[in-house]
């Protein structure tokens, strides 16, 4: 007589494959580190690594190093001349500013200065008038009718 033998399907290799999940897809310097010293530990006694392998390997980490410090350093320059965009363009309060305006095509636009805002990363010029202005857009400054300065 025979009967029949069914196999659960849970226990098939296939269905208990778990996937392993690990923290970031990049590497730093951390880890680089724990990858050399795991290597230096667990290589051949008999066939230790080379010095060449070793002083390339070292190489890379100070280079990873450096690219580090400088990504830091490139940030902080860039809050930095965020924050002194703002002052920069404060000196443009109380000037007389001419800008064309891309929907009125040949027609020059002027007013007064009355506050610097940053939006979206950039600066805009808020004019007496209640009119916002991108400062890239500004042609023309002056402090006085009469006395004129390009920008």
């Known amino acids: 007589m025979m009967t029949d033998i069914s196999i659960d399907p849970s226990l098939m290799l296939s269905s208990t494959a778990s996937q392993r999940n690990?923290?970031?897809s990049t590497l730093g310097k951390d880890d680089f580190l724990k990858i050399l010293i795991t290597q230096l530990r667990?290589?051949?006694p008999l066939k230790p690594m080379e010095d060449k392998e070793f002083i390339s390997q070292m190489a890379n980490f100070s280079s990873l190093e450096q690219m580090t410090n400088m990504n830091r350093s490139?940030?902080?320059f860039l809050q930095f001349q965020k924050g002194n965009s703002l002052l920069?363009?404060?000196d443009l309060i109380g000037k007389e500013v001419?800008?064309?305006d891309p929907a009125q095509q040949n027609l020059k636009n002027n007013g007064t200065v009355a506050a610097v805002l940053m939006q979206s990363g950039s600066a805009v010029l808020e004019l007496s008038d209640g009119t916002r202005i991108d400062a890239l857009s500004v042609k023309k400054l002056s402090s006085s009718p009469g006395s004129e300065t390009t920008k």
């Open 88 to 90: 920069q363009y404060a």
């Open 98 to 100: 001419e800008w064309d």
């Open 74 to 76: 490139l940030e902080q």
């Open 22 to 24: 690990t923290g970031s």
């Open 42 to 44: 667990n290589q051949d």
